[in-house]
C-alpha cells in the first residue's frame, strides 16, 4: 500500500527522552532476573521525588502522590499459554491549590521538564475554577498503623515459576480430559502521599492471584484466590475443585425460574454485597442516591448481618491512608441490621456536620468517600452445612454481569456461571442452566438463613471483601438461559 | 505511545473534577520459542527499552513451558505511513474556563427544575500518539483525538431514584472528533427537558410485564449490537481465549454462514475505515500493523463474519487478519476489539414506523444492561420509555426493560429506519481482558422495531 515516509515525532532523541531522577534510574537498575524486573523504589526514593516537586511548585500548596506498579500475569487457555505480560510504570500526580481552587496534573516521567510541567500544569487547572466551596488546608503529618503487606516471595516470583504452575494444571485438565483457562498473576504496588504541609505517607504490598475455569462440553466450574502472599496461593487445589465443579454439573437440566432457597458460595455474595460499598458514602446519602438515604439507624437488614469497614483486617489489602492522608479508621457500618454509621472524608464530613472517618478519595472529586475494605460479620456453617439443610434449592458458584436495575431497593440483576446445582432433600443432585436473578440486596440480607465463615472472597465484579457463604430464602432467579 | 488525557465534571453546581494526564511508554511483544511474551515499560532510554526487550524474550520463553504448538500468524504486508482523524478543533486548545462554562450553564438549566436531586455534567478528552513498529518492516504513525460529553439531571422522590441523560447514558456521546462536537450537543438546550423528564419519570406509569413490541432509540439499540453482536463475534472469545474471565460465544465456528442470526432487514458491519464515521472504532491501522477494514457480520440476516487478528484468522480458515486488534495503552498488549459494529440504516422514517405502529413501549437510553458468558440470555432497562397506540406517541412509562435471547431478538426486528435517524454512538469503557483494558468502541443504529419481546420482568416480583 501506499508507503508515505513517516515524519514521525519518534526520533532516537525523543525516544531517549529526559534524564529520569537520580533515584528511580538507580533503583530500577537494581535487577533483572529472568524476566523480573525489580521495580521497588523504596520510601526514600519516593520521599525524594516529592520532594522535588514541592521544591518546583509555587502554589499555595502542593501534594504530590506517587505510585509504583510491576506487575506480571500469565493468562492459559485451552491447555495453553496464549498471553504473558508485564509491565512496569511510575506515576506522579501533582495537585496544587490557589487561592482556595484545586486541580491535578499527572505524568508517568520523571525527569526535571516533566515533573516542572505537571507542578505548572496543576497550577493552572486550578487557576481556571471557580473557589472550591469546603476546600481545606492539606493535613500534616499523621500517624499510621503498620500494616505488613508486602512480601519478597511474591514480588520475585518468575515467569517460569507461574508457567511451571500453569503446565502443571493444563496437563491436570487434559488427563481430566477437560479444558483449562485462567490466569496466575503476581506484582507489587508502592504508593506515596506526601504535601507542603509535611505530610508524607508510604506503603506498600504484594498480590498474587490464580484462577481458572474447567471446561467441558457442556459444563463448566470454577474457582479464584488471591494474597500477597504466593505461597498462600495453591494452583493444584484450585484447579481440583474448578475440575470436580465441572464434572459435577454436567448434563445440567433445565429448571424453572421462580423463588428459591439460594446457597452462595462466598465468590457469590462478594458479587452482589460488592454493590452496597457506596451506599455507605457520606456524599451518597447527602446526594440522596444511596440505598440509606432515609434509613440509618433504623432495622433494614436481618438480625445476623453486621458490616464494618476496617484496613487493618488481617485478611484486607490496602494503604492505612485516604486519599487526603488522614488515617484509615475502623467504622461499624451496620450492627445487627441496623445501618449505623457512614464514612465521611474532611470535607463531607463538615457539610454533613460528622467527622471524618478517612474514606475520602483523592482530590479534586465529586463522589467524596467511600469504605473500602468492607467486613462482613459470619458464622460457623459450611456451604455442606447449608445444602443438607435445604429441602430444594439452588447452589451458585459464581455470579456474572451485575448490574443495578433499583438503585433506591438495591435490585440487581446479573446470571449465575461456571458451577450451577439443583439441591434437592439435603444433597446436590446435579448441574442445572444458568439462571438469571433480579434480587434486591436489601431483600437478600434479610433472608439470611445461615452464615459460614468470612473468608477473603474473590470475584470478579466487586473488589476483593471479607464476606461469608450465605444461605438465602426466597431469592428470585427470574428468567434462564440456554447453557 | 504518548496518551493525554483531561477530564472535566461538574456537580449541583460546583466544578467536580479537573485533571489532565500524560502517559508515555513502549509495549513490546514477542514471538520467542513459538511462545508469546509482552512486556512494557515507561522507561525509555536504551538500557530501560533493551531490558524491556529481554523480559518480552525471556517471558515468551517461559510461556513456551506450557505450549501445545507454536504461534503462527497470517500474513500481513509492511506499511510505512502516517495517518490521523480529522477535527475541527482540538479540545486541550479550548480553554478549560469556557468547557467549564458550557457544563455549569447546563448545570444551571437543570436545577431550575424543581426536583432535580442531582445535576451533573461531564467532558473528556483523548489524544493518543502512537507508533508502531514491526519486524517485518512496519512503521506507522496515528494520531488519535477524540472528545465526549453529557449531562446527567437525578431526582429522588418517595422511595424512587430516576434519571435522564443526554445525549447517551454513562458519559454521553463520545467520538474520534474535536471540541465541535461537543459544541454541537447543546447542552445547555437540552438541559431543561432532561430535568423535567427525571422529575416526571416519578408520576409516569409503571412499565408492564408481558409480551410487547418495542421501539429502541438509537442510542439502546448501540448498546444491544455492542452486548448482542459485538462481542459474541470475538474469535478469540470464540476459540475459548477470554474462558475465564469475559466468557466464550454462542457463534461457534460452525455457524459461520450458517446461522439465520437475524431477520433479513438486518445488516451489521465491522468497519474500521474512517468512511464509515468518526467512531470511537475508527482507525488507519490496528495494533497488529493491519489496516483498517469493513467486514459484513450479518448480511441480510445470516452470520457472515467474526472480528479476528492474524493468529486467530487460521483458525477459521482465513489467510488474512481483517484488523481488529487494539490496546488501550502502550502497557497492555493488543488485542481483538470491536471496531465500529454498526448497523445499517433501513427504509423507514421515524414518523411512518411510529403510524404503522398500533401498540408499542418505545425505549430510550440505557439505564442498565446485563448478558450471559456466551451472550445468549440478556436483560436491559433504559432511563425512558413512551406508549405507542395506533401510530401515536402516548404516556410516558418508567423502569422499562426487556429481555431475550440473542437470536430470537434480532430475528423479531421487522423495521429499521433510514439514514437519517441513524447515530454513530461511541461506547468509551468497554472492559475485557487479564488484565482488564478499557476501549473505546463505535456502534451505528437508527430506531428499530422489535415483535413479541418480553417486557418488564426486571422490575417484576
Redesign the interface.
Known sequence: ??????????SRKA???GA?APSVAAA??KS?R????DHRLGAAALQEIAERVLKLSHADETEVDITVVS?????????????????????V?VRAVADGRT???????TDEA?LRRAVQ?ALD??R???K??GLQPMVRQQKYVKVNRFFEETASA???A???A??RV?KFAARQKQ?A???F?SGMLETALANSSGLFAHYEQTRAEF???F?ESDS?G?AKANSPRISEIDPDALAARASQKSQASRSPREVKPGHYTAILEPSAVLDLVGSIFYDFSGTAVA???SCL?GRMGKKLFGDNISIWDDVTHSMQLGAPFDGEGLPRQKVELVENGVPLNLVYSRATAQKMKAKATGHGFAL???YGEAPMNLVFGGGLASVEDMVSSTGRGILATRL??????????K?L???T??GTFLVEDGRIVGGIR?F?F?QSVIELLSNVEMLGPAVRAAG?EAFEMVVPAMKVRDF?F?????? | MDIRQRDL???NG?????????????GIRVVASG???????????????E?CA???V???R??A?????NVQMAPV?A????WQNPYLKDPFRI???RQ?DLLLAADKEMRRVKGV??A?GSMSFRRI?Q?FASSIGS???QVKVQSGAGIVA?S?QG???QKRSYPNSFGGQHMLQGYELVEAMDLVGNAPRVAEESVALHGAIQCPEGVATIILGSAQLGLQIHESVGHPIELDRV???????A?MS?LTVDKLRNLRYASDIVNVVADARLEHGPGLGTFGYDDEGV?AQCTPIITAGEFTGYLSNRETALDIGENFSNGTMRTESW???PMIRMTNISLLPGTWTYENMIADTDDAILMETN????????R??F?F?TEIGWEVKNGKKGRMIK?P?Y?G?TTEFWQSCDAICEREEWTLWGTPNCGKG??MQTMGTGHGASPSRFRNI?VG?????
Request: one cysteine or more; hydrophobic letters at 35%; proline letters at 3%.
Open positions: 500500500m501506499a508507503a508515505k515516509k513517516s515524519k514521525s515525532k519518534y525516544l531517549a527522552g529520569e530500577k537498575r533483572f529472568s524476566g523480573v524486573v506487575d506480571a500475569l500469565t493468562r492459559f487457555a485451552n491447555n495453553t499459554i496464549h498471553q504473558s505480560v508485564a509491565e512496569q510504570y511510575v506515576q500526580s486541580a491535578r496534573a499527572s505524568t508517568n516521567k516533566s500544569t487547572l486550578a481556571c475554577l471557580p472550591h466551596r518468575t515467569p517460569e507461574r508457567a511451571r500453569v503446565a493444563c479444558t483457562a485462567g490466569i498473576s484462577s481458572v475455569t471446561l463448566s470454577w446526594d440522596q442516591r438515604t479534586p472529586n465529586e456474572w454481569y451485575i448490574r443495578e436495575v433499583n438503585p433506591y431497593e435490585v440483576t446479573g446470571m456461571r461456571d444458568n438469571r433480579n470478579e428470585h427470574s428468567e434462564v438461559t440456554k447453557f | 465534571s461538574t456537580k460546583e466544578v467536580g473534577m479537573l485533571a489532565e494526564s500524560e502517559s508515555l511508554g513502549i511462545a508469546w511474551g509482552f512486556a512494557s515499560t515507561d522507561r525509555l532510554t536504551r538500557e530501560g527499552i531490558t529481554a523480559q518480552a525471556s517471558i515468551a517461559a510461556s513451558l506450557a505450549k501445545i504448538k504486508q506499511y510505512v505511513d502516517t480553554p478549560i474556563e467549564l436531586t442531582v451533573e500518539d507508533f512503521a506507522i504513525h437525578t429522588f422511595k424512587e431514584i476459540l475459548g481465549m477470554e474462558a475465564n474471565f466468557g454462542f489496516r502497557n497492555r498488549l439505564r442498565s444492561w446485563s448478558i450471559d458468558d456466551r445468549y440470555h436483560q432497562s423502569n426493560s429481555s435471547i487479564q488484565p418480553k420482568v426486571a422490575f417484576s416480583h
